[in-house]
């Protein structure tokens, strides 16, 4: 009899990603193609562009994830699929495919959040049970603390109002036109200058809500870039120095909100683990900084690694716990779509 293993899919957003993932949430595959190439000359992601993009490479993902668990559609225990929140046609993609699978081969469906599936990450990387925990999503579309009191209990505490963390780090890119995505070109810039060159708005820090708010920030780098209509201040050349310095000042503001917000949201809910999740738990100064918040206060702080920050499906292991706890999909389960990184 071979060892149970539940085959995952993901297709929320401009990655297209299947895993193989077994009882003991071990990754024995976690394949994803990326469509960066598709849209990095809009700035963002393009629903249709993404959506047929995933309509291409589904069926070669899922094959590929098979073949590198050396295993077949006749081993499958049950069949995942990342349902919400996300791009509609994009989860659509993965959907239909899911359960064309799970129909096909009599096997139990389950649908997975992906949000909750990003902190799930964090205890796969534990190796152990990390709950009750404050669960912060950090990416392009989401920047949400959870209290989660198991890897099934999820309560909402603050998310943004506006741009997320991801968002205004793509926008921000294209402000100092360093590339797409964002992220990963912000982080390059901000190790060649000086984080303390800008006194950037750090917004919510003082507040008492757990909220997020970073379009002011994109703002009053916007300013600072280009000028502000309003305003008679000479603006500074931008220079490539410049462009560092304001790229290492945003970061710097933008961490120290999702930081400080977080060690909030620990305090209140007077939890001492903290996992973080999603693209922009990559970034090596949030890495860094929280590190500093875990070292003065006590909290232990989880981070899902690297390869489990950008969209994937290994992630998806948090199906282990959803069949455990019998909540299948019924074959006519529909998609729940939300917000995600846009281009402008």
């Given at each position: 009899m071979p060892a149970p293993i539940i085959l995952a899919i993901e297709s929320s957003c401009d990655e297209t990603a299947a895993a193989v993932i077994d009882r003991d949430l071990n990754a024995l595959s976690n394949v994803v193609a990326s469509q960066t190439d598709l849209h990095e000359r809009f700035g963002g992601v393009v629903p249709e562009i993404a959506s047929r993009a995933h309509v291409q490479k589904i069926l070669p993902i899922i094959d590929e994830?098979?073949?590198?668990?050396?295993?077949?559609?006749s081993d499958l225990t049950a069949i995942a699929v990342v349902t919400e929140p996300g791009l509609v046609g994009s989860l659509l993609v993965g959907l239909t495919a899911a359960k064309t699978l799970a129909w096909s081969m009599n096997l139990p469906l389950i649908a997975v959040n992906h949000i909750e599936a990003h902190i799930y990450a964090c205890r796969m990387a534990a190796g152990r049970d990390i709950f009750p925990a404050v669960g912060l999503v950090v990416s392009g579309g989401h920047s949400?603390?959870?209290?989660?009191?198991s890897a099934l209990d999820f309560e909402l505490l603050g998310s943004t109002i506006d741009d997320a963390?991801?968002?205004a780090f793509d926008k921000v890119a294209q402000l100092l036109n360093l590339g797409f995505p964002g992220g990963p070109a912000v982080e390059r810039a901000a190790k060649k200058g000086d984080p303390k060159a800008v006194?950037?708005?750090r917004t919510f820090l003082k507040d008492k809500r757990l909220d997020f708010s970073f379009s002011g920030l994109k703002t009053a780098v916007l300013y600072e870039a280009r000028g502000n209509p309003g305003s008679h201040r000479p603006v500074p050349e931008l220079t490539e120095q410049r462009v560092y310095d304001l790229a290492a000042s945003f970061q710097e503001a933008a961490v120290d909100v999702l930081v400080g917000k977080s060690e909030q949201a620990l305090t209140e809910t007077g939890t001492n683990v903290l996992c973080v999740g999603g693209g922009v738990a990559a970034n090596g100064r949030l890495r860094e900084q929280l590190s500093e918040m875990s070292n003065r206060t006590g909290a232990e702080v989880i981070i899902a690694p690297m390869e489990f920050c950008?969209?994937?499906?290994?992630?998806?292991g948090i199906a282990w716990e959803l069949y455990d706890a019998g909540r299948f999909a019924e074959l006519d389960v529909d998609v729940t779509p939300g917000l995600v990184r846009r281009p402008r």
């Open positions: 994830a098979l073949k590198q668990a050396n295993a077949k559609l949400n603390l959870y209290t989660c009191q963390a991801g968002e006194r950037f708005p950008t969209d994937n499906a290994a992630m998806a």
